[in-house]
């Protein structure tokens, strides 16, 4: 059914964005902290690439915005980087999803590049930015993460459409 | 590969274009982006939805809560006996110290009356817990569990038992945003506590390390010197405890002397800290703007019992009489000139307007 199916779709979207959020407060050891990989425009990626009707521009750039409160910086900042990455997704959306899932993790290292350098700029035009090598280690984390996300996600749906 | 979950028509078809969509949002990021730094016209709606974000942080810090109240409830008796008779020394001995202090409040009011200096008297204060989450790990911000519902404002010092810890940048309902004096963004106007030179103590992004640049290289500091608050900015009041000296170096070329300091506040460790609000009297007539009124109840009090633990140095030099700073200041001194004309590179603590200090401080957020 596939109204029924959108339905389910919508919860488990909300549900992952909901976590992912979470996972962006939740402390961490300090040795580790600069590791946070971002799940949060990880899963916007993920469900522009699979749900797109539903992971549209407008709902990437809200989830940036609620990143900018939660963590504190100038509203907007966070909110433009996932707009334009969601932009691009979507751009490339037919074609990336048909790629090898080495080629997609490549392709999603470029778009957290993409990301962390927009962040990046935007903390320089507002104050001094931080430019220890560090701030980029989540670009690489974050990559590291795709093949394990699109792996759990695909079992998921396997297992939910039988 | 990912597969489709629900539809895989395009969306290209509905709507405005994709472009548009990009274009228009985009613009609508950078509008509010310009709205938040140059203005607080975005304020409410932080407020607003910082507190609808707050059940977030509730869940994150909810199993640290019940691990707290776990091992709280079945702790045995004898360390709880010998953590009760440590408190009752320590209350001991605090009690002590107040009777001095009480003292020299007293002295301190008196010597003021003659002076006819205003400071900042009669405070109140409120303790805040460090709620456990991570924001930025590159930048020195904590949130604290008290908001607008207790009357928290931006740019409210925030202390511990030790010295100051930072001042708040966002508030919303339930909890508050503060800013460490460690934080690369945050400046403080100190003195020094033995010969009253004013100077600005910028932090440097490290938990143990303030950097005070404008110190010339023949001023008088050494190792060890106490560094209090001077007060000039309008946010922290004179005399409380910032720092201390532990390194100066001397560079004969050069015109100013490197000197660090290390916080006197546990910044990474303390997990509550104090909420201060000072009541000002009106200031003498010295170009300032309108000292921020500490809201509601703050006016009332001289509620000197809840006072910090940390008893107020006896500040030596004028407080209060910002206005006239640049022309007093002990010769030799660099804090004059950079509290006269800030250089580019301290994003806050000119003495001109608390404003001023403030929207630096939070790092024009």
């Known amino acids: ?162 | 590969m990912v597969t489709l979950s629900s539809d895989s028509r395009p969306i290209i078809a509905r709507g405005p274009s994709l472009g548009a969509r990009f274009f228009l949002l985009a613009l609508v990021s950078i509008v509010v982006m310009v709205l938040d730094t140059r203005s607080g016209h975005l304020e409410a709606v932080r407020l607003w939805l910082g507190t609808a974000m707050s059940p977030l942080y509730v869940v994150v810090q909810a199993p640290f809560d019940f691990w707290g109240w776990l091992t709280g409830s079945f702790a045995d008796r004898a360390r709880l006996r010998a953590e009760n008779e440590q408190l009752r020394e320590e209350l001991r001995t605090a009690r002590v110290k107040l009777l001095e202090f009480e003292a020299l409040v007293l002295e301190n009011q008196r010597l003021r009356a003659i002076r006819e200096a205003s400071a900042g008297i009669g405070e109140r204060t409120l303790i805040a817990e460090i709620i456990r989450v991570d924001l930025d790990p590159f930048r020195h911000r904590v949130r604290i569990d008290k908001g607008a519902r207790e009357g928290v404002f931006k740019g409210q010092p925030v202390l511990d038992a030790h010295g100051i810890v930072g001042q708040v940048t966002r508030v919303d309902h339930y909890s508050a945003e503060v800013i460490l004096i460690s934080d690369s963004e945050h400046a403080i106007p100190v003195q020094v506590n033995r010969n009253g030179i004013r100077t600005i103590a910028v932090g440097t992004g490290e938990a143990d390390k303030l950097n005070l640049p404008f110190l010339t290289a023949d001023a008088d500091v050494a190792p060890g010197d106490l560094l209090v608050s001077s007060g000039l900015d309008d946010v922290f009041p004179a005399g409380y405890p910032v720092a201390r000296v532990f390194e100066v170096k001397r560079d004969p070329a050069a015109t100013f002397a490197a000197v660090e300091a290390v916080p006197l506040a546990q910044l990474d460790r303390s997990r509550e800290v104090l909420l201060l609000w000072v009541a000002k009297e009106p200031e003498p007539a010295d170009g300032t703007e309108e000292p921020h009124g500490a809201p509601g109840d703050a006016s009332e009090g001289t509620s000197r019992d809840d006072a910090p633990a940390t008893p107020r140095p006896p500040a030596n030099t004028p407080v209060g009489a910002a206005g006239a700073a640049p022309a007093d200041t002990p010769p030799g001194s660099a804090g004059a000139r950079a509290a006269d004309a800030p250089d580019p590179s301290p994003p806050a603590a000119a003495p001109e307007s608390q404003d001023t200090a403030q929207r630096g401080a939070s790092g024009a957020g």
């Open chain 1, 1 to 162: 059914m596939p109204a029924d199916q959108g339905v389910n779709s919508r919860w488990l979207i909300a549900g992952t964005l909901l976590v992912s959020l979470l996972l962006a407060i939740v402390p961490l050891p300090e040795p580790i902290r600069v590791l946070r990989p971002e799940f949060l425009l990880l899963f916007v990626i993920y469900w522009s690439l699979s749900a797109p009707r539903i992971m549209g521009l407008t709902l990437a750039w809200a989830c940036g915005l609620l990143m900018d409160v939660l963590v504190g910086t100038v509203l907007g900042q966070h909110a433009l980087g996932f707009l334009l990455v969601a932009y691009i997704t979507h751009r490339q959306q037919l074609r990336v999803r048909v790629f090898p899932l080495l080629h997609q993790t490549f392709t999603v290292l470029m778009l957290f590049a993409v990301y962390e350098f927009v962040v990046f700029w935007i903390d320089g035009i507002v104050g001094p930015a931080i430019t220890a090598w560090q701030r980029w280690l989540p670009v690489g984390t974050s990559a590291l993460l795709w093949p394990v996300l699109v792996g759990t996600m695909e079992s998921w749906n396997r297992r939910r459409r039988h």
